[in-house]
């Protein structure tokens, strides 16, 4: 098996302060994360931004650039910036950071789809500040917006003129022949990094028969020109990224995707997870890849050529 790859989701747009006192929200905080994970084994970063007032999920380019430069000064951990943001920004607001900062890679989700975060009400009754309900609640009657001319838009703009790579995130089996449908275009171009991203509602659902399926038809579309991640929310992030290695697969963690370590106890910052995940796969046999071999094995354009 190759190298494997680990990316970690420092914070996202999909939990709250509320929901933990360990979800960072500031630029140092970020920063902190951030170097905290890459010195644990992350050789990717995945970076959304937050206002650092009240930790609403933010696109504004000063937002990110309180911690990009810092976090590139300090690690050489490939940078991954969102242009998912969050489901209740245009797609002028998701790309206005990454338009400015210009990193070697971009996430980029292949469709439009239901993205529900409403049933996490439930568990919360003490909320720090004013938007977090609404913006849950919110989410019962949104629709994530990635149309085939949004995709384009941002492969064209991001990819062709700014040089970024992507992770191209999967939440369901349509996002592959999406995928290959780009492909066949020849807007995206080999070797194609895919995130399988399980356990969202309106995504696929966490069962391991979605996995080897997916797997499987990767396999017939993409033949040996992509590489494979797994992501998996809350308590499904541990089973389904060893699953993910014990295939060969790369894996992610990070707070965005779970804020939790085991059942029950949440994880005090993203490096515990990268410590449970790297200790999980080198006992499978696999060896971490440094942020190097994360360029070598994705074809990145590498540090010096981003615009922070």
């Known amino acids: 098996m190759s190298k494997i790859i680990i990316t970690c989701a420092v914070t996202g747009s999909i939990h709250t302060p509320s929901m933990t006192p360990h979800l960072p929200i500031t630029a140092e905080q970020i920063t902190d994360e951030g170097i905290a994970a890459a010195k644990a084994g992350a050789s990717i970063l995945h970076l959304h931004a937050r206002d650092p007032i009240n930790g609403r999920p933010s696109a504004l380019a000063e937002h990110f650039m309180g911690f990009l430069p810092r976090i590139k000064q300090a690690c050489d951990a490939v940078v991954n910036i969102t242009t998912g943001g969050s489901a209740t920004m245009t797609l002028d607001d998701r790309l206005a950071a990454p338009m400015v900062a210009e990193p070697e890679m971009c996430s980029l989700n292949m469709g439009s789809m239901n993205f529900a975060l409403y049933p996490a009400t439930e568990r919360i009754s003490d909320w720090k500040y004013d938007w977090e309900k609404p913006f849950l609640e919110g989410s019962e009657d949104l629709v994530f917006k990635n149309t085939p001319r949004d995709i384009a838009y941002v492969v064209t703009e991001m990819g062709e003129k700014r040089g970024a790579r992507f992770e191209f995130e999967c939440y369901d089996l349509s996002h592959l022949y999406m995928l290959r449908h780009f492909a066949d275009r020849g807007l995206v171009k080999p070797p194609y990094f895919i995130q399988f991203v399980f356990g969202v509602l309106g995504g696929m659902g966490a069962d391991h028969e979605n996995l080897t399926h997916m797997k499987r038809i990767a396999d017939k579309l993409f ?86």
């Not at 389904?240 to 029950?264: C, N, P, Q």
């Not at 949440?266 to 997870?273: E, G, I």
């Open 223 to 308: 033949g040996d020109e992509f590489e494979w991640s797994v992501l998996a929310a809350g308590r499904h992030q541990i089973p389904f990224t060893t699953m993910a290695a014990a295939m060969g697969g790369h894996v992610r963690v990070g707070l965005e995707d779970s804020i939790y370590i085991g059942k029950g106890e949440l994880a005090k910052s993203n490096a515990d997870q990268v410590n449970r995940i790297r200790e999980i796969v080198e006992r499978l046999g696999r060896e971490v890849a440094t942020p190097e071999d994360a360029r070598s094995i994705l074809g990145l354009k590498g540090s010096d050529r981003t615009a922070f």
